[in-house]
């Protein structure tokens, strides 16, 4: 089971913002990060903790080990209010944690 | 470029059937693992189903298993999705994708989805 926290965060441009992921059992490095934009697919940000997805711009980071992993954007763009999810690829079933809203 | 593209979302029944079919393009489709996954509108993502390059092994999450099959065509560059014994539970927007060449524990790329509406 993946949990995230906050489950919403309001935010300003330049702000620097961090979100949490925790695993219910150590899952290693098996960790990636997702965005995703109202109406549209998820689009894949980080896989393996702190590998950035082509393309994906470096304000972008991630972060931890075992149980306990962070999605860090060092300054807020305006294209980067979406809602963030994390999931698992450790073991089956693959699974997400509950979602990150960040808004304005 | 690669694409996904989904289709066969319906309103049905409760206790019906539907295959949902996924066209692939712009990659080597049978060089990779690919993926269900679902979303309740307005709620979070959840794994549904995914298949090996050459359509074994399959695994699935414990709320389809029994009743959902992943399957795949790779002469078609075509996934499939049947489901079986539908439920109100199963109405989402369910999504195709694929793993990078090589792995098989997360997406990189997605379709833009297609709907399953399960009501009487």
């Known amino acids: 089971q993946m949990t995230q926290s906050p489950s919403s965060l309001s935010a300003s441009v330049g702000d620097r913002v961090t979100i949490t992921c925790r695993a219910s059992?150590?899952?290693?490095?098996?960790l990636n990060w997702y965005q995703q934009k109202p109406g549209k697919a998820p689009k894949l940000l980080i896989h393996g903790v702190s590998s950035l997805q082509s393309g994906v711009p470096s304000r972008f980071s991630g972060s931890g080990s075992g149980t306990d992993f962070t999605l860090s954007i060092s300054s807020l763009q305006p294209e980067d209010f979406a809602t963030y999810y994390c999931q698992q690829s450790y073991s089956i079933p693959l699974t997400f944690g509950g979602g990150t809203k960040v808004q304005i | 470029e690669v694409q996904l593209v989904e289709s066969g979302g319906v309103l049905i029944q409760p206790g019906g059937s539907l295959r949902l079919s996924c066209a692939a393009s712009g990659f080597t489709f049978g060089s990779y693992w690919m993926h269900w996954v679902r979303q309740v509108p307005g709620k979070g993502l959840e794994w549904v189903s995914r298949?090996?390059?050459?359509?074994?092994?399959?695994s699935y999450a414990e709320s389809v298993t029994g009743r959902f099959t992943i399957s795949r065509d790779n002469a078609k560059n075509t996934l499939y999705l049947q489901m079986n014994s539908l439920r109100a539970e199963d109405t989402a927007v369910y999504y195709c994708?694929?793993?990078?060449?090589?792995?098989?524990?997360?997406?990189?790329?997605w379709g833009q989805g297609t709907l399953v509406t399960v009501s009487s």
């Open positions: 059992q150590s899952i290693g490095g098996f």
């Open positions: 298949i090996n390059s050459d359509g074994s092994p399959t």
């Open positions: 994708a694929r793993s990078p060449q090589g792995f098989s524990g997360y997406v990189d790329n």
